[in-house]
């Protein structure tokens, strides 16, 4: 008897609020690797559109090789399992969404500070302005 595929995601961004999810199914035991070397040739068979390499125009499968170039660099990234960070050696799971995450490029505490430099005391937090009469917190 054939052994049952796992259904995982793998959820990865190039550049911020551009998210990138493919849906595949592994074999038990998979590695977080594994699932990202699946998908990686998954890409390179259906091209980046999903719609085959695209032979008759000519451009198909160069640009499936450039996204799976892509795909491939993702293994800089840190990868984790539902928001938490996990290795590479990780074993996946039914439902699993596997996540990669880029690096900060700005601490967030500095970008924070930044921000309020920028906006002003007189609009932020405690500071912000309010009508007469209100009541603390409206």
Same mark, same amino acid.
């Given at each position: ?11 990865? *961004?190039? $550049?911020? &609020? ?6 595949? &199914?592994? !074999? !038990?035991?998979? *590695?977080?690797q594994t699932v990202l070397d699946l998908a990686v040739a998954q890409q390179l068979l259906?091209? !980046? ?18 996204? *799976? ?9 840190? !990868?984790?399992?539902?928001?938490? #960070?996990?290795?590479?050696?990780? =074993?996946?799971?039914? %439902?699993d969404r596997i996540e990669l995450y880029r690096a900060l490029k700005v601490d967030p #505490?500095?970008? @924070?500070?930044? &921000?309020? #430099?920028?906006?002003? $005391?007189? &609009?932020? =937090?405690?500071?912000? #302005? @309010? $009508?007469? %009469? ?5």
């Amino acid at each position: 008897m054939a052994e049952a595929l796992l259904a995982v995601s793998l959820c990865w *961004s190039f $550049k911020p &609020r551009h998210v990138q999810e493919v849906m595949l &199914r592994v !074999p !038990p035991g998979s *590695s977080v690797q594994t699932v990202l070397d699946l998908a990686v040739a998954q890409q390179l068979l259906q091209g !980046p559109t999903g719609q085959g390499t695209g032979q008759g125009t000519g451009q198909g499968t160069a640009q499936g090789e450039d996204h *799976s170039a892509l795909l491939a660099s993702l293994t800089f990234q840190q !990868p984790g399992i539902w928001g938490r #960070k996990v290795t590479w050696s990780h =074993g996946v799971a039914e %439902g699993d969404r596997i996540e990669l995450y880029r690096a900060l490029k700005v601490d967030p #505490k500095v970008a @924070r500070r930044q &921000r309020f #430099k920028r906006q002003g $005391k007189g &609009r932020t =937090g405690l500071f912000a #302005k @309010r $009508k007469s %009469g209100v009541a603390a917190g409206y």
